[in-house]
């Protein structure tokens, strides 16, 4: 019988932390929209949710072992597209 492996309550907090934020993007969105105007200019609400959803189920990925390394390389391709968004518009 194999003994399970620790869980890591960095990645857990990191996790919960994601994806409140991106609960956060549906409750109290105007805090967003201006982070989220420059790199989305046109449609800058839907932008806002869409961006919410994305941190919300990555969080949760990353929140559970079993999805943990799809969460966290999905979190790496956001973070380099949201990346290159800003760039784009600069």
């Known amino acids: 019988m194999r003994a399970r492996s620790a869980d890591s309550i960095p990645a857990r907090v ?5 994806a409140g934020a ?7 969105p105007r805090a967003f929209d201006g982070l989220t105007a420059k790199a989305f200019p046109r449609e800058t609400r839907q932008w806002t949710y ?3 959803a994305t941190e919300l189920l ?10 943990r390394v799809l969460g966290s390389v999905g979190l790496f391709a956001y973070t380099a597209w949201l990346g290159g968004q800003l760039a784009r518009r600069r």
Not at 14 to 18: F, H, M, Y
Not at 58 to 67: K, Q
């Open 14 to 18: 990191l996790g919960v932390a994601l």
């Open 22 to 28: 991106g609960a956060a993007h549906f409750t109290a």
């Open 50 to 52: 869409r961006n919410g």
């Open 58 to 67: 990555l969080g949760l990925a990353i929140v559970y072992r079993r999805t």
